[in-house]
């Protein structure tokens, strides 16, 4: 018996998962260069979008627009496992209402905030792990094996950024950044893997 071909990644897809890196990381260098004495070693992405923050709707933007490329890669992601999709796309619900919860003032974390950063964090660690598709014919990206590779690396990133959230130390701003990268390109990862097959 001959499998379907999986279905491919709309273009729409494509772009999303490369909007979605580049509108994070722009995003925090742009506010970071006009917000005065931030420093983006030391101190988080949040700062830059909370309510006192000269920063603050530039941050915002950058945050809603990850949250949706998150979301509309979740949906063009149709060679993957619902699941994992799912997730993704529940990754992206949580930047959506990071943006829309912000911390009141900056190095002050809000209870909801901090609430909705976890639950982007959790989805968008976990999610590379339940993508797999069980056939021969599937991509590298989609394979089992590869999503667990990804989920552990993320899942350590994840945890060194929360220890240095809960210890205040004092590389929280490069821990974050390291960390919220890898998730914002990853999608991207399993998107090119997936047009290549």
């Excluded at 722009?26 to 949040?46: E, F």
């Excluded at 998730?183 to 991207?188: D, G, W």
């Amino acid at each position: 018996m001959t499998l379907p071909p999986l279905p491919r990644v709309p273009w729409w897809g494509l772009a999303a998962a490369v909007a979605t890196p580049v509108a994070l990381v722009g995003g925090w260098l742009r506010a970071g260069s006009v917000t005065r004495g931030y420093d983006p070693v030391r101190s988080s992405v949040s700062a830059l979008a909370a309510g006192d923050a000269p920063s603050r709707w530039l941050m915002t933007a950058a945050l809603v627009l990850t949250g949706l490329g998150y979301l509309v890669t979740a949906v063009g992601l149709r060679p993957a496992d619902v699941a994992g999709r799912t997730l993704l796309g529940v990754g992206g619900v949580g930047v959506l209402l990071m943006a829309w919860i912000p911390n009141a003032t900056a190095g002050r974390n809000a209870v909801g905030h901090m609430i909705v950063t976890y639950l982007a964090f959790i989805a968008l660690t976990i999610w590379p792990a339940v993508i797999a598709r069980n056939r021969p014919d599937a991509p590298l990206v989609l394979r089992r094996r590869f999503g667990q590779v990804v989920t552990i690396t993320l899942g350590v990133l994840v945890l060194l950024t929360v220890a240095e959230i809960v210890t205040g130390g004092a590389t929280l701003g490069l821990r974050e950044r390291v960390l919220t990268t890898a998730h914002a390109l990853v999608p991207l990862a399993v998107v090119l893997g997936c047009s290549r097959s």
